[in-house]
Each structure stands twice: as structure tokens, then as C-alpha cells.
């Protein structure tokens, strides 16, 4: 069995990226075959994972718009169980150019379709937007992953990303659920942290992942290393913590190698 699993929210800033790779190297750590889908033209997930995003090379772009074979896009990284496809700046425009083409929201859908036999777990790192791109990649999920940051306005534009969920649901993946929400940069000391936490269990209970993503310092410096905190500082909270993610969703999910 594998499982698609998007990351999204369409606030920046939010941990999407810092949750994909760290979820992504949290499951391979636990020998669980792993793809990372970069589908943000950012590519802070493909230099977070240690390649040079300037380099061109295909990306999941390419299998939506020009028909390559997803296998031809995949790149190792330097962990086992660890791959990526990577995205490029470049790629900013493809949205725009995907706005004429034949079944334009299912095209990522069935790119991962065809790589689902190779991984246990496929994780698509979103852009801050709810364009066509991240419909897509909603389209073409299983589940949804939603990281609140525990900061001021934490959730604001929450109602409009479950509104648009709700909408995919009913139009074009009536399979899709919510992993979870993920509370991160959550900070002990501060009141504001713990006022979030209680908020967001509030209003949405049942669906808050029990890992709180603490705020640390190792997770914002390995992205500058290109890899992943597990590999910078195993000990770390930062690491520690997603890989307490990790277990949490190999468990709801019962998920076996
Ligand atoms: P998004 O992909 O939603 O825009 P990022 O994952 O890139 O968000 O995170 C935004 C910034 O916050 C980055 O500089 C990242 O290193 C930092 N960051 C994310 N999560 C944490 C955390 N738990 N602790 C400290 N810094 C974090
Ligand atoms: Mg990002």
C-alpha cells in the first residue's frame, strides 16, 4: 500500500517545506520507501535535500504538461529510501501555460499514479497558493497535511484552504481526508504558542496531529546545508519531533513495509 500525502497551506512561511523533508527523511530513517514531490517553483525542498536548484533538470512539471515519464524525473538523494523530484524557479510560468491543456487538474494525479508500486509514502511539498499546481497536487493526494504555524494569525485563510478541500472532494478526489493539522514553531515560554495550540484544538479536535512541531533552532539551519535536521542533529527536539510525526501517521494509517 502507498500513500500520497500533500502539504498545504497557502500562507508562506508556515513549515510546509521544513515538514516535507524532515516527514519525508523521518519516514525513510524508519526504512520506509520515500518520494519527495517539489511542487513549489521555489524549490526550497530540492536544495533542502541537498541539490543544486539552479541545475535544470526535469521536474514534475514536465510529466504534467510534456508527458515524461515520471520515472525519468526522479533523482536519488545521498540517504537511502530518499528520493526527490525536484522543481526549479523557472518553473513559475507553468501554471499559466497548463491553462489550456486537456484534463489540466488530473495531470499530476496520474503521474504518481504510475509511481505508486515503488514508494510507501509519496510527499508533495505545495506553493503558498491555491492555484492549479496545488490543485493538482490535491487532486492527486490521498490526504492532506495542514501546518499551522503557532504564531499571530495562525489561523487565518484555514476556512478558505478546507473550504477549497471540501470543493476538490466533491469535484475531483472524493477519496481525499485530512492527514492532520500540524501545530509548528510552537515555543513553550511563549503565551501566544500555548493560546494557539488551544485555539486550533478547539475548532478543529479530532483532526490535530497529537506531535507539536517545536520551534529549533537545528531545523532552520540544516535547509543551509542541504539536508534534512535528522542528518544535521539526531538528538535535536527538531528531529526528534518529526520523527514522532512520523510514527503518529504510520500508526493512524496502520502502515506496514
Ligand atoms: P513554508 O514552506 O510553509 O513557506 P518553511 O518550511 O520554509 O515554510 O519555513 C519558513 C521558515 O521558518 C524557514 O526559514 C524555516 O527554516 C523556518 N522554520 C520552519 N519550521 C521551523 C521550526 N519548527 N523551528 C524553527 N524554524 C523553523
Ligand atoms: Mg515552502
Same mark, same amino acid.
Given at each position: 500500500m502507498s500513500k500520497i500525502i500533500a502539504i498545504a497551506n497557502?500562507?508562506?512561511?508556515?513549515?510546509k517545506t521544513t515538514s516535507a523533508i524532515n516527514l519525508a527523511a523521518s519516514f525513510a530513517a524508519l526504512e520506509y520507501n520515500c518520494l519527495v514531490v517539489d511542487?513549489? +517553483?521555489?524549490?526550497n525542498s530540492t536544495s533542502g535535500l541537498g541539490?543544486?536548484?539552479k541545475e535544470k533538470r526535469y521536474s514534475i512539471y514536465h510529466t504534467m504538461?510534456?508527458? =515524461?515519464? +515520471?520515472?525519468?524525473?526522479i533523482v536519488q538523494t545521498q540517504y537511502d529510501y530518499l528520493d526527490v523530484i525536484p522543481s526549479h =524557479?523557472?518553473?513559475?510560468g507553468a501554471e499559466v501555460e497548463m491553462i489550456? =491543456?486537456?484534463?489540466r487538474e488530473i495531470r499530476m494525479k496520474k503521474a504518481l499514479n504510475n509511481l505508486r508500486d515503488a514508494y510507501d509514502f509519496i510527499i508533495i511539498d505545495c506553493? +503558498?497558493?491555491?492555484?492549479l499546481i496545488t490543485v493538482n497536487a490535491l487532486t492527486a493526494a490521498d490526504s492532506v497535511l495542514v501546518p499551522v504555524q503557532?504564531? @499571530? @494569525?495562525?489561523?487565518?485563510g484555514l476556512g478558505k484552504l478546507l473550504s477549497t478541500i471540501k470543493i476538490i472532494q466533491s469535484r475531483?478526489? +472524493?477519496?481525499?481526508?485530512?492527514?492532520g493539522i500540524l501545530l509548528t514553531m @510552537?515555543?513553550?515560554?511563549?503565551r501566544l504558542s500555548n493560546q494557539v495550540v488551544e485555539e486550533v484544538n478547539t475548532h478543529f479536535k479530532e483532526i490535530v496531529f497529537k506531535t507539536i512541531i517545536p520551534r529549533n533552532i537545528r531545523l532552520s539551519e540544516a535547509p543551509s546545508f542541504g539536508i534534512p535536521v535528522i542528518a544535521h542533529d539526531a538528538e535535536s527536539k527538531g528531529a526528534v519531533s518529526y520523527l514522532n510525526l512520523a510514527q503518529e501517521i504510520i500508526d493512524n494509517n496502520q502502515m506496514h513495509k
Open positions: 497557502q500562507k508562506g512561511g508556515v513549515g511542487a513549489d +517553483p521555489q524549490a541539490l543544486d536548484s504538461i510534456e508527458d =515524461i515519464d +515520471p520515472k525519468e524525473v =524557479i523557472d518553473l513559475v489550456d =491543456i486537456e484534463e506553493s +503558498p497558493s491555491l492555484g503557532c504564531e @499571530y @494569525y495562525a489561523m487565518e475531483l478526489n +472524493p477519496q481525499l481526508v485530512i492527514e @510552537y515555543d513553550v515560554r511563549l
